[in-house]
């Protein structure tokens, strides 16, 4: 296995694995290696939906699907997609080119959940012929980059990550019981990693605002962060070749999607794994 570290604070691209045929010492590797860039590039590694999963699977389990009805229709396998089930392009403002757009805003997988998503891990099926990368932007490294006052100020506060903020539009498909199952959690703004004990900014597009502060006045202070967080050398940029997959860090890690000509399809497929917590209520058990 060969790992070659992209020139951020974060991402590397791995080669000389097959993961349909890992090994328990290669898999432990992969996330050692994984624990130290937070983002891992595989190339040309051409997954089908059950290695897919079953490589997730190595990193905890797979959370399911928010609706079925705009994602996908395997509960752990969510379609990233401006295309319609049937085959047609979905146009400017329905939900398909609404959850994307928002995916082309800076976020955290499953911020707005109580137990936050670990890891997310994308495949390619259909690419535009130029543009829709996908970037990565590294916010341990943007937490140490803070000055001292701001990290004092920022050490206790929590953040509130709403669904229903974040999403509107891209919700209409959705029932009243699915978004009432998304109701606002609060998450700690400097979050540590379970396993690395690193310290990092926990924002992106679902944050809201900081509990007990002005709401407009916090919600421009969250923008302002992730402004100046999201910038080289804190960004990796991949882009994408059919049969890649690409695994990242929600703890630690931003991502964006970038825009593509709105005429052609692009469709990738995404698995998510959550956090460790036996009462999850969002995680599948198999
Ligand atoms: C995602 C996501 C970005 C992209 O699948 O979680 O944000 O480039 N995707 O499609
Ligand atoms: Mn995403």
């Known amino acids: 296995m060969e790992i070659v570290p992209s020139e951020a604070t974060l991402g590397a691209r791995i080669y000389g ?3 349909h045929q890992l090994d328990d010492r290669t898999g432990k590797r992969i996330i050692e290696a994984w624990h130290e860039y937070s983002v891992l590039a595989f190339p040309g ?3 089908d939906d059950e290695a897919h999963i079953a490589f997730s699977r190595r990193f905890g389990h797979l959370e399911r699907l928010l609706t079925t009805a705009i994602e996908g229709t395997k509960p752990e396998i969510f379609r990233v997609a401006n295309v319609r089930p049937d085959g047609t392009l979905d146009s ?3 939900p398909y080119d609404t959850l994307n757009r928002g995916n082309q805003q800076w976020h955290s997988d499953s911020s707005y959940k109580r137990i936050t998503a670990k890891a997310s891990a994308l495949r ?6 130029s543009g829709g990368e996908t970037q990565f932007a590294d916010m341990r490294s943007a ?3 803070l000055d001292p006052a701001r990290k004092d100020w920022l050490a206790d506060k929590l953040v509130v990550h709403d669904f229903a903020y974040s999403h509107g539009k891209a919700a209409d498909l959705m029932t009243d019981a699915e978004r009432a199952a998304l109701p606002p959690v609060a998450h700690p703004v400097v979050r540590i ?3 690395t004990g690193r ?4 924002i992106g597009r679902h944050a809201s605002h900081i509990v007990g502060e002005d709401v407009e006045r916090s919600r421009s202070l969250l923008r302002e962060l992730t402004e100046s967080a999201c910038q080289s050398p804190r960004i990796f940029t991949h882009r994408w070749r059919v049969g890649d997959l690409v695994i990242w860090d929600n703890r630690c890690v931003l991502h964006r999607g970038r825009p593509w000509p709105p005429d052609e399809p692009r469709i990738l497929f995404r698995t998510t794994v959550a956090c460790d917590d036996p009462d999850n209520e ?3 058990s198999r």
């Open 17 to 19: 694995v097959n993961l």
């Open 45 to 47: 590694q051409h997954l």
């Open 92 to 94: 400017a403002g329905g």
């Open 124 to 129: 390619t099926h259909t690419l535009p012929s």
């Open 143 to 145: 937490y140490d980059a």
């Open 193 to 195: 990693h379970e396993e």
């Open 199 to 202: 310290k990092s900014l926990f």
């Open 282 to 284: 969002w995680q599948l």
